[in-house]
Nanobody
Framework: QVQLVESGGGLVQAGGSLRLSCEAS????????MAWYRQAPGKQRELVAI???????TYADSVKGRFTISRDYAKNTVYLQMNSLKPEDTAVYYC???????????????WGQGTQVTVSS
């Protein structure tokens, strides 16, 4: 299986920055796309940013120009640099990875436990 452990969340004032990290571990054969999602109270989980195995990135319109997703392939780690944070960015941020492992057949999606980001006005 694959374990995803997020870190870097916290409380920040509007206009500030945070950097989230998510490290994947376990009996991993290959990791394909890695992504960040977020879920605010009372709202559905939404895609924030995704980075493919080739490094192609896609962002939600609401974070374009402010957030940057990157990846360290050697460390099986994905990052989310968040700048110019706004109160509406407040949410639990979840890491997601599509991977193949020694125990499963085919590509499966895995989730981290989430990390809270709170932006005060």
């Amino acid at each position: 299986q694959v374990q995803l452990v997020e870190s870097g969340g916290g409380l920040v004032q509007a206009g500030g920055s945070l950097r989230l990290s998510c490290e994947a571990s376990g009996s991993i054969f290959s990791i394909y796309g890695m992504a960040w999602y977020r879920q605010a109270p009372g709202k559905q989980r939404e895609l924030v940013a995704i980075i493919s195995s080739r490094g192609t990135t896609t962002y939600a319109d609401s974070v374009k120009g402010r957030f940057t997703i990157s990846r360290d392939y050697a460390k099986n780690t994905v990052y989310l640099q968040m700048n110019s944070l706004k109160p509406e960015d407040t949410a639990v941020y979840y890491c997601n990875a599509d991977a193949t492992t020694a125990q499963t057949i085919g590509v499966r999606g895995y989730w981290g436990q989430g990390t809270q980001v709170t932006v005060s006005s």
